[in-house]
């Protein structure tokens, strides 16, 4: 039984993407451009080449941070649609330690990316508080708190904003980050992808191997269970929201210590969202969640390439996505496509038990 | 649980014990069970039975479920199906309704060989069924919950009128009183399930299947809905009646059909039947139902309830100036009708929900609001309500063998989880409590009712407790289990604990009790002694009525 599920896991997301790829060639086809061209400058311009895997690893960094973000919050039963303003909470807080303070870079790179992921996970904490207390539902709340982050770091780098670029004129950004809180890269290899991976591990780790994952776990499956168990359901809620985004928060400060060198508003504003496809394709395994954000990412990366060999827009990219992500929310969409009855009936990632709960 | 009979009792032998193998006709009676018949059914007319299963076959990946099971069924005959948690009764009636699909066999309605792809078919057909969990929409009225699906139209707009017309005419032809505008949301159990079989006979069932349909009832409504069954089966529908409550089965059934390990054990008439010899057609071997419990030595007083007052989930008072003791070394037996503070006073006792006044103490310390300082105090507690509260149905069988202790050494040191000491534990305790599983990395959800109790059972008492707190804890779980945690709770009385134990089943309040408190609106009314007291006084009290007597 369970080999069955654990066959299946891997292979309806398989499926799904393939399903994604060809129907994203049938759209270009259909606009009148060859799909194995488009396909043949989205694969080089993702993998042919180190420039290129490290454009999609850049890309893939905080995709993993925002994935586990959704796939943590998830262990505990919560939907964290919270990941942008998270993620931009991180990236601020982590260009004011950049440039703002002056440490050797051994603790200048981990103290920034620690304060982004700690101003993150205020925000987390505040979502699970409300739901744990007042029983706000924490997808409402989150993207409530999306706006407030957003608005709140635009302010921050703005004309009268504290953190404002002195020489930037009207850009609304901080000073450039000193180059002891810059993350390195080693060739192709960007650090923060290493960080983003090692936080993937410690997760699994955390989820499966300790009595705080266990606690997380069992509040996620049965509240009623884990109270009368004697695990403080308020507690966990609060931990695992503040700790899922406090992920996402890293991934901001990665983003500004490894990518930008600066904060700058509005930056990648999808980001955040991606992390819902991410969980999903990984059906919330965090371990999973790094071939799924490469994927997602590789697809990003190589769409300019794509582009300038064929006039096939960019944005069939996001379309190309967005079916991977239907088939894979939709497992019952694929098995009727397949005539496929035997995928397992395990019980899938459902976006909608958080409601109402 | 049935009536309490002596094991030493000549029964009458029904059938053999060794399973049938049923590939013959089941009603193999002999001459004199067929004297015996509660009702004659025209069988030597030409007119075929109402329902006639041939060898039914369904597989599972792993397991058998059902095993060539035959089943016959006349109009206005009442059959029960007994059968062991995990016996295949509830797959066995899933594929006459439809839900499933038999790998083999034939199914017969009314002489006709047919196919149920579905339960729409099944009810198309006048097979409806009764389900444990009620099929119901809340918010909608009785009238709107019967019609739904079958609407009476006109010009595509809902004729309420005519629907409550309807329903109300249905309703008083089978007695089944309702009002047709209530909102179901806000209806007791029993007519809730009411509603269920209205919408059944509005379908114009002539087949009725009932998965226990008792259990969630109060001792008054499982009366009525009996009384209820038997007016549609002299009306000639017949009706296919699950439960694990050979009391049911005795007064209300023509015919009991019993399965055990997929496999039809036989079929026999009631007339001639005792509890005793159904439960060993069930279990295999015979089964003691008065549990043998030698003399209470009690100790000091470990549970002291004074004047406690607890809110429910509507905040009204449900537990309102209740007051009891508990001494080490005795079973106190909580009996009541459900609703009268039950649950909000168990759950105050174990500290998970807040008392609001008065207090609770165990071995003088008193209960907060927080269930694990509690159970630090020594008191184990076996839920109502097993699956919502007492597991986590998609964990395995060791992960909710530690569901309390996963934090504590030997089971995890500094935060890090030690599944090597996890896993001996399940394996030691799956063994010595006799939970029935291929293996301790099951999913919890998967097993039978039974065997989840069991888990439960395992992991409260495999280690002397001060305390405890044992709410219906044989509610939905078969012959032998019962049996077996019975045995277990007198076992933990000896060891010295103090036992509180809440049941609607008075049997096993009689059976287990060494006092007996009655719980009626929130107050203990009185505490009797069960070798003084009889059912019928226990009954009354638990009515509001009796005597008041001081306690």
Do not use: C
Not at chain 1, 326 to 354: H, K
Request: proline share 5%; no cysteine.
């Amino acid at each position: 039984m369970e080999k069955r599920a654990s066959l299946s896991s891997v292979v309806l997301p398989l499926i799904a993407v393939v399903l994604g790829l060809v129907l994203g060639a049938l759209l270009i086809l259909i606009s009148g451009d060859n799909p194995i061209t488009a396909y043949r400058g989205l694969l080089s311009g993702s993998l042919g080449g180190s420039d290129a895997i490290g454009r999609t690893l850049e890309k893939a960094t905080p995709l993993v941070m925002g994935g586990l973000a959704v796939a943590f919050a998830f262990k505990a039963g919560l939907f964290n649609i919270g990941g942008q303003g998270q993620l931009l909470l991180g990236a601020a807080f982590a260009g004011w330690a950049g440039y703002a303070l002056d440490l050797p870079a051994i603790i200048h790179i981990p103290f920034a990316m620690l304060l982004g992921g700690l101003a993150a996970s205020v925000l987390g904490a505040v979502a699970g508080l409300l739901k744990a207390t007042r029983g706000t539902h924490e997808v409402i709340s989150t993207i409530m708190l999306n706006f407030v982050a957003a608005n709140f770091t635009e302010w921050l780098v703005s004309r009268d904003g504290p953190w404002k670029d002195p020489e930037g004129g009207s850009l609304a950004r901080t000073p450039e980050i000193l180059s002891s809180a810059e993350l390195p890269r080693w060739g192709p290899l960007p650090t923060g992808f290493l960080v983003a991976v090692a936080a993937a591990v410690f997760i699994w780790w955390l989820v499966k191997k300790s009595t705080l994952g266990f606690e997380i776990r069992t509040v996620g499956a049965n509240p009623n269970a884990a109270t009368y168990a004697g695990i403080s359901v308020t507690r966990i809620t609060v931990i695992a929201m503040g700790l899922s985004a406090m992920l996402a928060g890293i991934g901001g400060a990665i983003q500004t210590q490894g990518v930008n060198g600066r904060f700058e508003p509005g930056f990648n504003t999808g980001l955040g969202f991606d992390g819902i496809t991410i969980a999903l394709l990984a059906r919330t395994n965090p371990i999973a969640v790094i071939p799924s954000a490469m994927l997602i990412g590789a697809l990003d990366a190589g769409s300019t390439q794509m582009q300038s060999l064929t006039d096939v827009e960019p944005e069939i990219i996001s379309v190309i996505q967005a079916m991977i992500l239907f088939f894979v929310a939709a497992p019952s969409a694929v098995r009727w496509l397949l005539r496929q009855r035997d995928l397992g009936d395990e019980p899938e990632m459902q976006l909608a038990t958080g409601w109402g709960g | 649980m049935a009536e309490v009979s002596d094991p030493s009792e000549p029964t009458e032998p029904i059938e053999p014990t060794e399973p049938i193998e049923s590939t013959e006709s089941i009603d193999s009676d002999g001459p004199d069970m067929a004297e015996k018949t509660a009702r004659s059914f025209d069988t030597s007319d030409s007119s075929p039975p109402l329902l006639e299963a041939k060898g039914l076959t369904k597989r599972f990946p792993g397991v058998v479920a059902n095993d060539s099971v035959d089943l016959t069924l006349h109009e206005g005959e009442i059959l029960g199906l007994l059968g062991e948690n995990g016996a295949g009764k509830s797959t066995l009636v899933k594929m006459l309704f439809g839900i499933h699909q038999p790998d083999e066999g034939e199914i017969y309605f009314r002489g006709e060989r047919v196919t149920n792809d579905g339960p729409g078919d099944a009810i198309a057909r006048g097979i409806a069924m009764v389900h444990q969990h009620f099929q119901l929409v809340p918010p909608l009225t009785v009238a709107e919950n019967i019609v739904l699906g079958a609407e009476p139209t006109s010009g595509g707009f809902f004729q309420r009128r005519a629907a409550e017309a309807r329903v109300k005419e249905i309703s008083e032809q089978y007695g089944l009183t309702v009002n047709p505008r209530d909102i179901v949301d806000d209806l007791p159990v029993g007519i809730q399930q009411r509603v269920e079989i209205l919408k059944a006979l509005y379908r114009g069932a002539r087949l009725l299947i009932l998965d226990e349909p008792t259990a969630v009832l109060t001792p008054q409504e499982t009366d009525e809905l009996l009384a209820i069954l038997r007016d549609l089966a002299a009306d000639g529908v017949g009706i296919i009646f699950i439960t694990h409550k050979l009391r049911e089965v005795l007064e209300v059934t023509d015919r009991v059909t019993v399965l055990r390990g997929g496999k039809g054990v036989g079929t026999s008439t009631t007339k001639g039947a005792t509890t005793a010899s159904l439960a060993e057609m069930m279990v295999g071997r015979s089964v003691v139902f008065r549990v043998e419990k030698p003399e209470a030595e009690t100790g000091d007083v470990v549970l002291r309830v004074q004047d406690l007052k607890v809110r429910d989930q509507r905040r009204q008072m449900a537990v309102d100036g209740a007051s009891l003791e508990v001494a080490a070394g005795e079973i106190l037996g909580v009996a009541g009708v459900e609703g009268n503070g039950q649950r909000e006073l168990v759950e105050a006792i174990t500290g998970i929900r807040p008392i609001v006044g008065g207090s609770a103490t165990v071995l003088d310390q008193r209960v907060v609001h927080k269930p694990r300082t509690v159970r630090d105090m020594g008191v184990a507690y076996i839920p109502e309500d097993r699956e919502r509260d007492g597991l986590v149905g998609t964990y395995s069988i060791a992960d909710n063998m530690v569901l309390a202790s996963y934090n504590r050494p030997p089971f995890a040191t500094r935060g890090v989880r030690d599944f090597d000491q996890v896993d001996d534990l399940a394996e030691r305790l799956v063994e010595e409590f006799d939970v029935r599983t291929p293996g301790i990395d099951v999913a919890v959800q998967t097993l039978s009712g039974g065997n989840k109790q069991k888990v439960i059972v395992a992991r409260e008492l495999s280690v002397p407790k001060a305390l405890v707190v044992a709410s219906q804890p044989t509610r939905g779980v078969d012959v032998g289990s019962i049996e077996f945690i019975h045995e277990q709770l007198v076992a933990a009385r000896d060891a010295g604990a103090a036992v509180l134990l809440v049941s609607a089943e008075l049997d096993e309040i009689f059976s287990l009790a060494d006092r007996i408190a009655v719980l009626y609106e929130g107050r203990i009314v009185t505490t009797l002694d069960p070798n003084t007291t009889t059912r019928e006084e226990v009954g009354l009290f638990m009515a509001g009525g009796g005597e008041r007597a001081p306690h």
